[in-house]
């Protein structure tokens, strides 16, 4: 991997269009980070980013820059890729990891 590989993430949502590309490390780190706190069980959405947080090193916290927006990008990446789903109706977000 070089200092310029980057990971495409895309939406679900219809209707919007357009790809974000993050370096492949901070993708892998973040998706990591999500997959293990999924794998113990279903999480809201609004507790992701902290959840997450607690999982990463200070030093990897630092070169990353904006925790909450990563999570946000990588979470919408791996629901396209059906890593992770959206559990229940309308309303408050849950995650967790397919059946």
Do not use: N, Y
Not at 31 to 36: D, L
Not at 53 to 76: C, I, M, Q
């Amino acid at each position: 991997m070089t200092v310029d590989d980057r990971v495409p993430c895309r939406t679900p949502s219809t209707g919007r269009s357009g790809v974000t590309r993050i370096p492949a490390w901070k993708f892998d780190l973040i998706r990591s980070k999500i997959i293990a706190e999924l794998a113990e069980g279903d999480c809201p959405f609004s507790a992701l980013a902290e959840r997450v947080g607690r999982r990463v090193a200070p030093e990897d916290a630092r070169r990353l820059g904006s925790l909450g927006w990563h999570v946000t990008t990588v979470k919408l990446e791996l629901e396209v890729r059906g890593e992770i789903c959206r559990r229940g109706g309308p309303g408050r977000q849950v995650l967790g990891l397919p059946s």
